[in-house]
């Protein structure tokens, strides 16, 4: 079953809706809480990333039995090293994201540990996609 | 397990309820549908947080308490109150004469329950500091910890495992009762309480262990007793207050009230009263959202009990006198010293486990159905038209769509898809106001000028 949500950027009292979304979806079907708990973390920062560094995005949320894979896209800046972006406390994020509580540099690195698989792709000034797979017996 | 059912106190008078859909709405957790003209509660969706109660304009709901003459099965009758009881009576009534009243109708023995709360507080201090899953959230007010089985089984381990004052005080005074030489059997403790939420939690049995308290006396209905009672006597009380009865300190007067807990907590610590409040505030919990907080005090009542539902005075007066209260006695501290032996006994007795999680948000525990069932939900979507007016018995479409993937409703439950079946000759009149009948009652949508509003209202 597919879902699909739009992100916009700038907006962080809207940050957190699709991700709150896809939990409520989880929840009804069953999914070990633990397992919930993961995916909503890493799709509360990815969200969080299209609105802190990108223009507009959108999310988009496939499920069957098995597995839940989420693709965000967005256009945006893009990120032009991804190795060093996916590093823990690395962050580009300006005074005023920091002073609304955000830019810690731990979105991407908490999004790969909380996931079974990441992928990020990226081009610079047009965009970045992350897909993100979790199966829901671990 | 699953199948287990809450106990609830709250219960709809059937001659009452006419069926106006207010509880319905005002749910927050949508447990309530209409069938045949009266609101049925699903036992295993509420929470008991009352707000179907506070919303009633007929006062169809009541709360289920013990018959008052039970406490003459006893020798020893003792009334366990809570302090919102004293934050009721205007300032110029004193405790010593509420008390006084107390024994005049029949109590042997009056305890204040927040007497033990230093014995909570140090548990949960304990509690806190070698806790690894932050926020802890405290485990004082039921209607909240139910809230979080039904609604975020994800966070029952976060929940502290401390009983709060009721059962505390209970297990307490039967020992020092035991230990006076009474017998068992001669103690009768029964619990004044501000609300369903606190009944539901003595009167469910946990494992084989039996209630701490012999029975539940709703607030509201004793401070009838005891306002007439004061009013209608002339000088002085006839009966002392008794004894037993020191002043509680401001950490205790003020413990149920909205910031009771977390200023006594180490470290960043919130407090947020009133249901939809807490709601919100837990889905960001969920969504980890909030971080480096470490203790959330929840209440499901706004201005926590001095709100809660069978508390009879304005909950901002009650507050208010209670905080001026906690101000006038602020150079009491600690526990009264008859309770000092007791405290490991207590430690030993106020531990609970971690409550089961039991999402009511679940479609099915087999996945794979769970997610046909959505797809149909989604394609009832489709055609019910979204705008929540309940005239089906459900609070919302949403809510509608699932219940007839459940079975428990049908697509001609709605009012406007009646329409169009009948605009394509797929249902006949006669049997779209049987429908109307099946959900509304019989004669529902006959004449009536009785109804609030009305020319006749009320007659
Ligand atoms: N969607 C995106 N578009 C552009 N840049 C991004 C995006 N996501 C992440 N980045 C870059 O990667 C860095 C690290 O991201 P992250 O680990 O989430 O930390 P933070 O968001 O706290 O800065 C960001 O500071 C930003 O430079
Ligand atoms: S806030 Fe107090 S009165 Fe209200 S439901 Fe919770 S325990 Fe009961
Ligand atoms: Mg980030």
Known sequence: MEFRYEIEGGNFSRAGHASSAVKKILKQLNVDNKVIKRVVVA????????????EKGSMMVDIDEQRIRIRIEDSGPGIPDIDLAMQAGFSTASAAVREMGFGAGMGLPNMKKNTDQMHVTSEVGKGTQVEMITWFRQ | MAEQQFYHALKVNNDLCFGCTHCMNVCPTGAIRIRDGKASIRKNWCIDCGDCMKACPVDAFYIEQDD??????????VALVPAVMIGQFPSNISESEIFSVMRELGFT???QTEHTVDVIHELMLEEARSATDKPLISSFCPAVVRLIQVKFPSLVDQIMHVKPPIDTSAIFFRKKLQDEGIPDEDIGLFYVTPCAAKIAIVKSPVKDRPSPVNGVINMDFLYNKVLHGIKNRSGSSTRSPGDNLPNLGPKHISWSLTNGEAPYMKGRCLAIDEIHNVIDFLERVENDEIQDVDFLE????????????LVVGNRFLTAERLRKRAQLFKDIHGMPDDLVPYRDYMKSRVTVETPEPRSMLMLDTDTGVALQKMEQVRKFMCYLPGIDCGACGSPNCLSLARDIVQREAQLSSCVFIQRTMEKHRKLHGDHAIRI??????????DKDCTKIGAKDEGS
């Open chain 2, 436 to 445: 109307i009948e099946k959900t509304w009652g019989k004669d529902r949508l």
């Open chain 1, 43 to 54: 799709l509360y920062e990815g969200e969080v990333n299209v609105v802190a560094h990108a």
């Open chain 2, 298 to 309: 929840l209440r499901a009542c706004d201005e926590s009990c001095a709100g809660g539902v």
């Open chain 2, 68 to 77: 008052f003459d039970k406490i003459y099965h006893f020798k020893y009758r």
């Open chain 2, 109 to 111: 023995h009056v305890f």
